[in-house]
């Protein structure tokens, strides 16, 4: 198989999508948010940050066109580099009171679908504790805190629909992609070990029939050796 192909491959290929619509993606909404509602979000921050998100996601994009493969520990570090571009986003936003916040579980989803439970849980154990330090440290939004203003709440109630709408969606299209390829894996896996085991009975089969053959062929040569020396010495009468 190509690297296209390949099972990590077309995961890698998917998380690309997923790169380019979730950081940015909630990045340009707050930055729309700024400009509409006047929120006092840094600009210059977040644009750094999806800058840097973009030219990394470029880098993956040509690394995923060599032939050498992408390992599970790979993919688990472009995770992490997801879930701390998605922190560094929420920090200059509002921080836990931001409604994208659950966008934090996206990584962890992604690597329960892609990536072995040991590698999730400690996806799982970085996105609580990122979680915990937003709620601590954090550029203050105001609007995010103070619902007071009908305004507020609808800026917040429509921020949180919008992002259950796009996890939804990323989890529907490219999630269940991402565990379908796998388990497509390990069904063909499955299928090479058959094919090792019957190969293996075959050669198994041929070996034995190989030494009966050569067993009975010793004594069928000593009676040809030994029939040929009676024939000379007692030739047959004319």
């Not at 619509?21 to 840094?42: D, F, M």
């Amino acid at each position: 198989l190509g690297q296209d192909q390949q099972p990590t491959g077309l995961n890698v290929r998917r998380l690309i999508w997923i790169r380019m619509i979730a950081v940015p993606g909630s990045a340009l909404c707050l930055l729309l948010a700024r400009q509409v509602y006047q929120l006092p979000i840094p600009a210059l921050q977040l644009v750094m940050i999806v800058s840097g998100l973009v030219a990394f996601n470029l880098w993956v994009w040509l690394r995923h066109k060599e032939s050498r493969p992408v390992s599970d520990r790979e993919f688990f570090i472009q995770l992490l580099v997801d879930l701390v571009a998605l922190t560094s986003i929420l920090y200059y936003a509002g921080g836990a009171s931001n409604p994208f916040v659950y966008l934090l579980v996206l990584p962890m989803i992604i690597s329960a679908a892609a990536l072995p439970q040991t590698y999730t849980w400690i996806i799982a154990g970085l996105s609580a504790a990122s979680y915990t330090l937003l709620m601590l440290w954090r550029v203050e939004v105001p609007e995010f805190i103070n619902m007071h203003s009908k305004s507020a709440m609808d800026l917040h109630a429509a921020g949180m629909w919008l992002g259950f709408v796009v996890l939804s969606v990323l989890i529907a299209t490219f999630v269940a992609a991402m565990a379908q390829t796998v388990r497509e894996r390990d069904r063909y896996l499955a299928r090479l070990r058959e094919t090792a085991l019957r190969d293996e009975r075959v050669v198994a089969v041929a070996t034995l029939a190989a030494g009966a053959a050569h067993e009975l062929s010793t004594p069928l040569a000593t009676m040809a050796v030994v029939t040929g020396e009676i024939a000379r010495e007692y030739p047959a009468a004319t």
